[in-house]
């Protein structure tokens, strides 16, 4: 199997996440909506992964795509656990709802794990209400990562930045006012967003 580019393996693991959620496939046109390009732009996609031999298409019918067995491998799945809040801290409350197929190329062979996001503070990031974000686990974060942060018994997704004696949690939406704290534990930091419509 020929090599994939990033966006050919982004397309292969949204037509391999909506086939697990509806059980059957997207039309061309969903997919073009879901990376906002032409229907054309969505069908050269698809021309070009049915090419590298990863999708097999069907004759005449929309809902034709079919993964090829060997390209599940590009696929990984990681444990979806709850909710996060991208707006203000909510609860945290670890949910095991089962699990989410990402692109491996999103993982990079991380421990990783997803989580729902609630909430629009995140959303000049590109991160809406409903959205899957997918996190690396880890305890450390660099100035201006976006991280999953638990401060006391309260989880929330914001931009990461230490200062002097605390840290600061900023949103990415002029509507929310930074969160500081002196007493913030990083459970990971963000890989990934999925978004199904």
């Not at 070009?48 to 990984?76: F, H, M, P, T």
């Amino acid at each position: 199997m020929k090599t994939l580019t990033s966006r050919q393996k982004e397309v292969l693991g949204f037509i391999s996440v909506y086939i697990d959620e509806h059980a059957y496939p997207p039309t061309i046109r969903e997919i073009a909506e879901s990376f906002a390009v032409s229907v054309k732009g969505a069908y050269d996609h698809i021309k070009a992964l049915e090419k590298k031999g990863v999708i097999k298409l069907g004759e005449n019918r929309s809902r034709s795509i079919e993964i090829v067995d060997r390209a599940r491998r590009e696929i990984e799945e990681v444990p979806l656990i709850g909710t996060v809040a991208a707006g203000k801290p909510v609860f945290a409350v670890e949910n095991y709802e089962g699990t989410v197929r990402v692109p491996c190329e999103m993982t990079k062979s991380r421990n990783c794990f997803a989580l729902r996001v609630k909430g629009d503070s995140m959303k000049d990031a590109g991160i809406f209400d409903g959205d899957v974000a997918v996190i690396e686990e880890r305890q450390v974060a660099d100035n201006g990562d976006i991280v999953v942060a638990m401060l006391e018994d309260a989880v929330t997704l914001k931009r990461f930045f230490k200062e002097p004696g605390r840290v600061r949690l900023m949103a990415e939406n002029p509507g929310y006012s930074p969160i500081y704290s002196q007493d913030v534990r990083i459970l990971g930091r963000l890989r990934g967003i999925i978004r199904t419509y």
